[in-house]
Nanobody
């Protein structure tokens, strides 16, 4: 079984920056789609950013221009660089991936455990 291990959350002031990291346990055969989602209290989980294996990115309108999703293929890790943070960015952030554990297995969707990001005003 694959687990997505997140790190990098914390408390930051308005205008500050944080970088989140996500890395699957083990070495999957292929990661087709990497992403970040977030959920605030009383709200549904929402997409923040995604990155395909081909390098195509997609961002929520609320974070475009401030957040950047990227990957380190050598270390099988992807990141969410968050700049110019606002109080409304406060949420639990979850990494997500569609990946194949082995070449003979179909892709399966996985979620990280979530990491809290709090932006103080």
């Amino acid at each position: 079984q694959v687990q997505l291990v997140e790190s990098g959350g914390g408390l930051v002031q308005t205008g500050g920056s944080l970088r989140l990291s996500c890395k699957p346990s083990g070495t999957p055969f292929r990661i087709n789609l990497m992403g970040w989602y977030r959920q605030s209290p009383g709200k549904e989980r929402e997409l923040v950013a995604t990155l395909t294996s081909g390098g195509t990115t997609n961002y929520a309108d609320s974070v475009r221009g401030r957040f950047t999703i990227s990957r380190d293929n050598a270390n099988n890790t992807w990141y969410l660089q968050m700049n110019s943070l606002k109080p409304e960015d406060t949420a639990v952030y979850y990494c997500n991936a569609d990946l194949q554990r082995r070449a003979y297995l179909r892709a399966t969707n996985y979620w990280g455990q979530g990491t809290q990001v709090t932006v103080s005003s």
